[in-house]
């Protein structure tokens, strides 16, 4: 069950407290640190969940990016990581597409357990047995820089957008 973030759990620096409102109707306290932890080279994140977004697995670069110990993220729904800087859009596209039965690709800002944040060139599929979708696998690669910083100035208009 997704629970408030704790302040002894943040990285040291000025803190934002935010709750979070996520599409099933629940709510979550979460505390941002504007700290960006750099994507490590050479790794990527996989992960995969079930249809409903719960998270099955999770290789140690998504334990270790996220902050997490691996038992806090298996069972836990993958909208854990959302950080507030996300516009909703982005994920409506990634839903809609995955449930069209195609391949997703974007940049994400994830939040991390201790308040800080790191960025993903993010690729999501669904997994497809007998015919049917039993979940989704998401591979994460080392983003380009220049597409961060586009995506900082897109996603923050698009949040305005949204909070009008």
């Not at 002894?8 to 979550?28: I, N």
């Not at 597409?147 to 009008?164: D, F, G, P, Q, S």
Request: charged letters at 30%; aromatic letters at 8%; hydrophobic letters at 35%.
């Amino acid at each position: 069950m997704m629970t408030d973030m704790n302040e002894s759990d943040l990285v040291p620096g000025e803190r934002r407290e935010l709750t979070m409102s996520y599409h099933d109707g629940r709510t979550r306290r979460v505390l941002v640190v504007d700290h960006e932890v750099p994507y490590p080279d050479g790794k990527l994140i996989v992960s995969r969940t079930d249809t409903a977004g719960v998270i099955t697995h999770a290789n140690q670069a998504f334990v270790d990016m996220s902050g997490y110990e691996r038992d806090e993220l298996i069972g836990e729904n993958h909208c854990i990581l959302r950080h507030p800087d996300m516009p909703a859009a982005a994920f409506k596209d990634l839903w809609d597409t995955v449930g069209r039965g195609e391949k997703w690709q974007g940049y994400v800002k994830n939040l991390r357990k201790d308040g800080a944040h790191y960025w993903v060139f993010a690729t999501a599929i669904p997994n497809v047995r007998d015919g049917r979708v039993v979940g989704y696998t998401s591979v994460r690669r080392k983003p380009s820089r220049s597409k961060v910083n586009e995506c900082i100035a897109l996603y923050a208009r698009m949040r305005a957008e949204e909070l009008k």
